[in-house]
């Protein structure tokens, strides 16, 4: 079982007047990210929904945990002919949108991972030239969330404020609010986070 303080983040978009008007993220938003638990070794939908479960029995919805994030290690491909983002299918035999229904039966919001380069951290499929079908799809899958990482993409602030605003606007055109927290890793996201996301980190 795991500790109820396990895992429990809070992401706080700090100057929110001037954060990214979406509609989403008025409030600093807390819930639970799988990596320092799962990593890639144990991310799946059984241990997803058993999480959904334990927030809920814990009563950590009612002090404002509400977000459960899958982190990195759910995409394995996309489509060769769509081009669409697939998850794994052993890892989410039923999809991920069967587990984003399941965690909002629970009362609760659902978030996913992605990066904004051509790779993840752990080197799964990522965003770059694939931010339209992928805000398309996360939005279809029923998805409250998206953190876009910063690993295998070019490390200076321009690149990043094109790549993250390719991001930002794919969301907005779905007309799904979608949390939309950038995980950089430079002071400099400070000045220009606002623009780009609802959150923003500014260090390691």
């Given at each position: 079982m795991l500790p109820a303080w396990?895992?429990?983040l809070l992401a706080?978009?700090?100057?929110l007047a001037a954060a990214l008007d979406n509609g989403a993220a008025r409030l600093p938003y807390m819930g639970y990210n799988t990596w320092y638990d799962f990593e890639c070794d144990n991310i799946n939908a059984t241990n997803a929904m058993a999480l959904a479960d334990r927030m809920v029995s814990?009563?950590?919805d009612k002090l404002g945990y509400k977000y459960l994030n899958l982190d990195d290690c759910w995409a394995v491909g996309r489509d060769n002919n769509?081009?669409?983002i697939q998850e794994d299918s052993k890892a989410f035999p039923q999809g991920m949108k069967a587990l984003a229904?399941?965690?909002h039966s629970k009362g609760l919001l659902f978030g996913i991972y992605t990066d904004r380069g051509t790779a993840t951290c752990a080197g799964r499929p990522g965003s770059s030239g694939f931010e339209d079908v992928d805000a398309q799809t996360y939005a279809?899958?029923?998805v409250d969330l998206v953190k876009e990482d910063s690993c295998n993409a070019p490390d200076d602030l321009p690149t990043a404020q094109v790549q993250y605003g390719k991001m930002r606007d794919a969301l907005n055109?779905?007309?799904r609010p979608m949390v939309f927290n950038?995980?950089?890793w430079h002071p400099w996201y400070a000045q220009i986070g606002g623009a780009l996301a609802n959150s923003w980190r500014i260090n390691g």
């Open positions: 396990r895992g429990l706080a978009g700090l100057g814990l009563g950590l769509t081009r669409v229904d399941y965690v279809a899958w029923g055109r779905t007309g950038l995980c950089g």
